[in-house]
Each structure stands twice: as structure tokens, then as C-alpha cells.
């Protein structure tokens, strides 16, 4: 049997771009299916499903696209699987004091590992997604590289695909603008080529993390104290959950100058401030690694590394110093390497890996 003519689950999250990729990929020749992932019940929090990802609205506006391609629609209830395995990590993850990037452990957890799985158990060979990025076969290797418009690229929260992973997947929209991607939406009449892209965490769309922490932890973090890196106490906290690394607005306190989050300690309920200086740092080291271009790193490597999502990718020697670490040294200290962030090398277009910032 042909490839084009092989059976692809579209994910479908009633998005542009998720509309743009059935397309595509029916274009290409693929029998194409398309494929929702219910990630919410109205029932357990109506304010969060209303507004949020994975609801019903979502579910209808990708069933309608579907419709209008003339194929197939699936809807796929993984919200037990999202609140424990991307919610309830995402929340025991703040209350220590760190800050994890949810969609990175969404990706892993759910549209690559529950979605394809699902995808091959209904015979699809592939499945697709609207992620900015593009996979290239190297040899026997494949390789997840940077999508051809920077500006839209999101191979930082696809680092940790596997080898089998990429060998499944199609990430049509790398070859794309997002402008030709609204363009090609409004010309085959798509209700979602003017839908508005959501730029929050999907489950806490009002950006107030520590109110829906405590919502769905049931537990109330108590107030604790500021202290500067000497350990003087510079006054009261409100809970340890409010505040990040590299935050200034909010502290609620009356200081001669600027101060900055710099640290936390769960165990204590201390957050530590300094200045902005002291928020830079050279040196930064990574766990739960996923490497991509290669099984291990035997020997330092000049690349390139993004410690957050919008960051820059800096230069830097990156060197695997255990079975599940690697040593970051960058050429220029870099600020407000976080923990519980994700650091995602590259070299030139091509990711090489990442792990988790401790």
C-alpha cells in the first residue's frame, strides 16, 4: 500500500491550525480522520470548561471542520489522564517551588503517547498535529527541526519526542506561515480561520495560577517570609505558590530599590529576593533528559540552548555529565534559569534534546 494512501488520525483542537493540517494532510492523500481530545467535563468545573481547551466548544468547532472536509470525527475522553498527569503534576510541581511548563508535559503525556496510541489501536498509520515544526528522516535517524517561520516555531515543547514518535508523526504547518495558514483556512470557509489563539495555559485561561492551585489541590499555601540572600527577613509573603523566579510586580513590599524573586524554598516557605544582577547565571544543569539527535552526548558539544519558551536560544558548551544529567555553561550568564523549566539544545535547526532545569 502507498503511503498516500495510508490512514491518518488528525488531532483536531477546533483551532486554525489543527484545520489547516486536515487539510493538508487529505491534500497529500492520507485517508484522514480527525480526532479531538475531551480534556474537560463541564460538570467538574463549568467556569475552567467554559474557557478553557478540550471543552465542548472546542469539540464542536473541530466537528464542523471535519465536516466540511467530509471525513470522520472522533472524540477521545482523556480528561482523567490530563488532570493527573499534566494538572496534578503541574500543581504538585508549583506547590515545591518550582515552574514546569504544562504543555511540554501534555505533549509527552497525551497528543503523542494516549493520541497515538489510539490512532494505531482505529489502524491509522500516522497521525498529525498543528505544532511549527517539521520532522526530517537523517539516515536512519529523524530528526524534529525548527519550523521554516521562527516566529511561530515550537520545538521547544516537542523536545522529548521519541525516535518512534517522529517516525509516526506529521507536522505539516512547518513549512508554513501562520498568515498563509489563516489565508488557507478563510479560503475554504474554516469558522475557525479568525478564532482567536490562546496565549495562557490552557486550564487556568484567567492566568491566575495559585487561585486554581489551591481550587483543585484543596490546599491553602500560608503566608511565609521574604528573606534576601543573607537571610534577612524583608517582610510577609503570601504563599509560596504566587510568585516565580524573576518576578518584580506583586511583591507588596516598600523597598529602596527594585527587587526581584531569586529563589524559593518549599520546605522552609521562604522566597528569596535580590536584584535583577543576581538573577544571572552561567551555569545551568538539566534532568529527565530526552535526547533526539543522538542516544548520549559523549563528548562537550557547542550549541545553542532556550531555557524558556520565548527565550533566545544563547550559545553555550553542553556537556552530559551522568546517566540522566547534563552541564549547560554558557558562553554569557543568562537570566532567570528556573527551575522546573524545560533547557532545549539545539544545533542550528535541528534540536538535539533537553531536559528539566534543577
Avoid at 17 to 44: C, I, N, W, Y
Avoid at 173 to 186: F, P, Q, T
Amino acid at each position: 500500500m502507498k503511503e498516500t494512501q495510508q490512514k491518518l488520525f488528525a488531532a483536531m483542537s477546533g483551532g486554525v491550525d489543527s484545520a489547516v493540517t486536515a487539510l493538508l494532510m487529505q491534500k497529500e492523500g492520507f485517508v484522514v480522520e480527525g480526532a479531538t481530545m475531551r480534556l474537560f467535563h463541564p460538570q467538574t468545573d463549568i467556569k475552567l470548561a467554559e474557557r478553557a481547551c478540550g471543552t465542548q466548544q472546542d469539540i464542536d468547532d473541530a466537528k464542523a471542520v471535519c465536516d466540511a472536509l467530509g471525513i470522520a470525527h472522533h472524540v477521545l475522553d482523556f480528561s482523567e489522564a490530563f488532570a493527573e498527569k499534566v494538572i496534578h503534576s503541574f500543581t504538585e510541581a508549583y506547590a515545591k517551588g518550582l515552574t514546569p511548563n504544562p504543555c511540554i508535559a501534555c505533549n509527552r503525556y497525551l497528543k503523542f503517547d494516549r493520541f497515538l496510541e489510539a490512532a494505531q489501536q482505529s489502524g491509522a498509520q500516522y497521525m498529525a498535529t498543528g505544532h511549527y515544526a517539521r520532522v526530517e528522516k537523517q539516515g536512519v535517524r529523524y530528526l524534529l527541526k525548527k519550523a521554516k517561520d521562527e516566529t511561530k516555531d515550537q520545538t521547544y515543547v516537542l523536545y522529548a519526542l521519541t525516535q518512534e514518535q517522529l517516525k509516526k508523526i506529521r507536522l505539516p504547518l512547518g513549512d508554513y506561515r501562520k498568515s498563509e495558514v489563516r489565508e488557507l483556512a478563510e479560503s475554504y470557509g474554516f469558522s475557525s480561520a479568525k478564532k482567536r489563539e490562546s496565549q495562557d495555559i490552557c486550564f487556568v485561561p484567567d492566568g491566575d495560577y495559585a487561585s486554581f492551585i489551591e481550587r483543585f489541590s484543596g490546599i491553602t499555601f500560608p503566608h511565609g517570609k521574604f528573606v534576601n540572600a543573607s537571610g534577612d527577613v524583608l517582610g510577609e509573603h503570601k504563599g509560596i505558590i504566587h510568585y516565580t523566579v524573576g518576578q518584580r510586580r506583586g511583591l507588596g513590599l516598600a523597598l529602596p530599590r527594585p527587587m526581584y524573586v531569586i529563589g524559593k524554598d518549599a520546605q522552609q516557605n521562604l522566597v528569596t529576593l535580590g536584584y535583577n544582577e543576581d538573577l544571572f547565571s552561567r551555569e545551568v544543569t538539566v534532568r529527565d533528559i530526552r535526547l533526539t539527535a543522538a542516544d548520549r552526548l559523549e563528548a562537550p558539544e557547542r550549541l545553542e540552548v532556550k531555557i524558556r519558551y520565548a527565550h533566545k536560544a544563547q550559545p553555550a558548551t553542553v556537556e552530559q555529565v551522568g546517566e540522566d544529567e547534563i552541564r549547560i555553561l554558557f558562553d554569557e550568564p543568562q537570566r532567570a534559569a528556573t527551575g522546573g523549566q524545560a533547557a532545549v539544545f539545539y544545533d542550528g535547526d535541528t534540536v538535539v534534546g533537553g531536559g528539566t532545569i534543577v
